[in-house]
């Protein structure tokens, strides 16, 4: 179903008619265990409604043919017994405690089904959500995102959940129904108008509760956008600040989500009220009636009361179980939004071919332009990696350097021209074993909450100290790591906040390193560190330089110095390159001017 037909189905049809759908849709993939649930529910209450029902000839302490219910005389008979009380009883209590049993069993089923539905909702949001192409996936926001996998799990396994008991409820009503009729037409009569009742009154409060629980969802957007940016950018918000005015925005969003929330369940409240307001009435009125006329026998009217006290409650939850449904069916339409759009544009499958790079990376007139753009951000590209040189992109802002970089990483697929590993296109080999192959260094590289050596061996199960002690001793980081008060296995804090710009960079080249990658790719891997980090940084750089090939995006010119070959991005396009020494000597360069420009003497 894709994104549009989605929206359509959540505004079509009558208010049960899209809850039905959207249930049927949610337990896909569980509509046997889902049926289960529902049977065990009304097997459940049809074992209790009978051990009601055998009370009356109990209580009436009769022999066979005495009885008002003939199927019980006849049952009894085929039984070869003469006194009917004791069978009622015996078979009371075997059916009370069937209809417990049954009703422990549906509750654990249904219990299953809930948590395999979470585990199902928050799986394929993740899956699709990773394998959006990358040049849609910057359209979606972090919050929902998070809010997907979280919050709408949680809020869509709840609403198949309430769906199905009140499916059950409703069979558990049906049977009690019929029982009632075996006993009393004119009672049963009542009992139906007061069923009818409740459906006035739950289609009264859903239309009212409605405004407010669709209001529900966008709220809890904004609100987990707004934590997003508030701790994300923590730092610079108490450094400038504004604590106290996010303080304010952020009460008054919860303020809201309060409020919707408060009225949206407020009205399940008021039919509730209604509810046991109009059974008292139901009840009084039976009673009223039946002993003011003498017409009805006083056990009858005895048994049928059980009944209707056992079912009255059942007719509240069958309301109430689909009135909470109701609210819960608005999160399965946002999520399935986003999971349309997550599948609709996910990235082509890729080849097999297992990659190599014994001879050289190849990009051919390569041309990519983001959806929606006029003019490409990579315009007829040729460029030729060796195996084993050191090649650096290099340009202004938005020149292309990052989206060259993402191409080569598989993240983009060109619009045109190709990308190629000794000559096979890169589409036709298995990229996910491709990126496993690369050592990727970014201007910002993550480091995780967790062990020094869990961050250099990050996605290795098994991670190896001594390979891990390595990589740290090439990428000059081991001297402060040694320096940790548990070494390897000191554990950083979030984003590595315990350790500096420089040293996370360097930590980053040794987690690049720990894979014995094919390449080397940096992106503007010193942009944000100061002079003394950019030039270790560097020299880390040209002591590796031919162990493996790199490919290295900077702006930071100073950083390229080492390169074999740099090549010039302007607006898309390679507008020349050469060696430092080559571009250096034509003052008229684009290069020469740049180095001009950040106060870099030729020579360095």
């Known amino acids: 179903m894709s994104g549009d037909e989605t929206t359509d189905a959540k505004h079509t049809g009558s208010d049960f008619a899209r809850l039905c759908r959207a249930n049927w849709e949610i337990l896909e993939g569980r509509r046997r265990l889902a049926l289960w649930c529902v049977l065990l529910l009304g097997a459940a209450g049809l074992s209790e409604g009978s051990a009601i029902m055998v009370l009356l000839p109990a209580l009436k302490g009769v022999t066979v043919g005495q009885t008002a219910i003939p199927f019980w005389d006849r049952a009894i008979a085929v039984a070869g017994l003469r006194d009917g009380t004791q069978a009622a009883l015996a078979l009371f209590l075997i059916l009370g405690l069937a209809s417990t049993w ?32 990358w040049d849609m996936f910057h359209s979606l926001r972090l919050g929902d995102i998070g809010k997907s996998v979280v919050v709408e799990a949680v809020q869509i396994a709840a609403c198949a959940q309430m769906f199905l008991q009140g499916l059950g409820v409703l069979l558990v009503v049906l049977v009690f129904m019929l029982l009632a009729l075996a006993l009393s ?50 730092k610079f918000l108490r450094a400038s600040g504004q604590t106290r005015e996010l303080d304010t925005l952020a009460s008054q969003d919860y303020a809201n989500y309060g409020t919707s929330f408060f009225k949206s369940q407020d009205y399940g409240i008021t039919l509730r009220f209604w509810q046991e307001a109009a059974a008292i009435f139901i009840i009084w009125l039976l009673l009223s009636l039946g002993l003011s006329t003498g017409r009805t026998d ?34 399965y339409w946002v999520w399935k939004q986003r999971f349309d759009f997550a599948r609709a544009n996910a990235v082509p499958a890729s080849g097999h071919a297992e990659p190599a790079l014994t001879q050289a990376l190849r990009l051919e007139s390569l041309t990519y332009t983001f959806p929606g753009a006029a003019v490409p951000s990579l315009d007829a590209v040729s460029l030729t990696v060796q195996r084993g040189s050191c090649v650096a992109i290099v340009g ?49 590289s993550p480091i995780f909450h967790a062990t020094v050596l869990e961050n250099i061996a990050w996605g290795d199960d098994t991670p190896d100290r001594r390979n891990a002690e390595l990589a740290a001793r090439q990428a000059d980081a081991w001297d402060f790591i040694a320096a ?11 984003k590595g906040a315990r350790i500096s710009g420089g040293q996370r960079q360097r930590l980053a080249l040794a987690r690049a390193l720990y894979r014995n990658p094919l390449l080397l790719l940096l992106d503007e891997p010193t942009s944000a560190l100061d002079s003394e980090s950019e030039a270790a940084v560097t020299a880390t750089l040209e002591r590796i330089k031919g162990a493996c090939t ?46 001009a420009a950040q106060g870099i003497t030729p020579e360095a």
């Not at 009264?204 to 629980?213: D, I, P, V, Y």
């Not at 940790?484 to 979030?494: I, K, R, T, V």
Request: with cysteine.
């Open 102 to 133: 049954l009703g422990r069993l549906s509750k654990r089923v249904t219990l299953r089904l809930r948590v395999a539905l979470e585990n199902d909702v928050r799986a394929n949001i993740s899956r699709s959500l990773m394998h959006v192409r």
């Open 396 to 444: 202004p802002s938005g020149c292309g350097k990052s989206t060259l970089g993402d191409v080569i990483l598989g993240l983009l697929k060109p619009t045109s021209g190709t990308v190629s590993l000794d000559g096979t296109p890169l589409w036709e080999m298995d990229i996910e074993h491709w990126r496993k192959r690369i050592g990727l260094v970014l201007q910002e």
């Open 298 to 331: 006083p056990l009858v009217m005895m048994v049928f009361l059980a009944v209707f006290f056992r079912m009255s409650p059942r007719i509240f939850a069958l309301y109430d179980y689909f009135y909470q449904s109701r609210a819960y069916m608005n999160w």
């Open 185 to 234: 037409l004119t009672m049963t009569a009542f009992t139906l108008a007061f069923a009818g009742l409740g459906a006035v009154l739950f289609r009264w409060a859903n239309r009212l509760a409605r405004k407010h629980s669709d209001a529900l969802t966008d709220i809890i957007s904004d609100i987990g956008i707004r934590v997003s940016d508030t701790f994300n950018h923590l």
């Open 550 to 595: 790199i490919v290295i995006m900077a702006h930071q010119l100073r950083t390229v110095h080492m390169a074999d070959r740099i090549v010039v991005l302007n607006a898309g396009r390679i507008v020349e390159q050469g060696t430092w020494e080559e571009l250096i000597a034509r003052p008229e360069s684009q290069f020469a001017q740049a180095v």
């Open 484 to 494: 940790l008060p548990a070494g390897l296995d000191e554990m950083l804090g979030e």
